[in-house]
DNA sequence: CGTTTAATTGAAAGCAGTCAAACTATGTGG
DNA sequence: CCACATAGTTTGACTGCTTTCAATTAAACG
């Protein structure tokens, strides 16, 4: 996700004091119902966003890959609206809070960075929405893994038609509002359909046009070549 | 929504240049994949936003009450992502994008207020998510229910334990992820229960406890009162 | 009033969920 | 290096919530 900064705020945001830290897979890094402290940004590794139904049922609403932040979505506001977790074990560069809010609203050009890219992460979670209420259970699947194959890469971590997914085929259903059980047959049969390939955790794609089609994917939404303007 | 400005950015604000318009129930305010061009806000009415998959099956992301900006999500994009449409006859101030943009540029308060509206706007559809992924029709259906009353009451339109809802069943069906047929069973289910009564329209809530505990409902998400920090 | 849109209802089919068990991979301690 | 423990994947049988298809009733509109 690229966001246009010009060269002053870029520095300004640099020089924010930050520390390296590396946690296991499932670390927590925020708490829905806890007020936030920090920032942070993945370095290495992946993350996830949930909520949870008081009946114990996780919907994961977002899937984060190296490179992005973390906390933009709680900066401003009291208290955590969700739970943010590591997919892996990551590499986090943790800013305070308050430093970030301090520039954030001293400097145009970076709340408008921040804004644009809040917005940016709207539009995937408007269409995760469109994912999980209208496509069945292969079309979901297939978006699923579409979306994340450009995303890996426009951040150059990888190729479109094969890469590591780490995710368990548990936490893939709570990510597409299906059961894990579901979830495997839905990847067995597209295996048996030559949709895809897998080896462990790898997804690889034979043919990424017919997968697109399925998953009836337009990466429009990715707003990846987006202006400075 | 409620989100802090100040008196100086305030007056900024209302000093754009602003057209005052109402359209019929219906109308396109923008449409996906097209450059938006202006910036609204809703005086009166109610609108949506909307997302098709390649076969037509629509999926509504969010709703939008009197009071609230339709155009945000799309002011920094180069492309609309989604639809917006109003649910009824509405009153509309419009503003050009622009002067919006440019004041947004210059001034950190404003900015910092687009922000924030973006971040509740997220956290709505995070919870959006959760609902039409994990909660069955039953709860599903409440829990729209349960953050419309509260936005309206919020908003100072009307009881959480009345109002009129300004949407069809197959409406209701698109923002919840099922069919018309299954939201009419539903409804009239719950009303067979007790949890609600209807006239029309009208949605009414004889006992707010029971419907929120069935919704799973807690209006945290929403972030009403949210500091100005 | 006739016409159109929306709500309602019934019957049947289907996609996904539930429950339970077996299998595989990975890791640990002895 | 093997036995055992644990986490994750895979399968089968069965259930059930929601959809589909079709038809009817009610409401809204010019």
Redesign the pocket.
Known sequence: MKVPLSADDRSALLSLPSTLRTVEAGSYLVRDGEPPTTCSVLLSGFAFRQKLTSEGMRQIVSLHIPGEALDFQNLFLDVADHTVQTLTRADLAIIPRDPVRTLARARPGIAHALLIYTLIEASITREWVLNVGRR???A?TSHLLCEFGVRLQAANLGGESSYELPM???QL?DAL??????V?????AMEADGLIT?D??RIIIPDWKKLRSVADFNGRYLHLEQQTS
């Open positions: 069945d259970a292969r979901r368990t085929q548990e259903g509002g299906l059961t894990s059980v579901h495997n047959r839905t990847l067995r897998r462990k955790r």
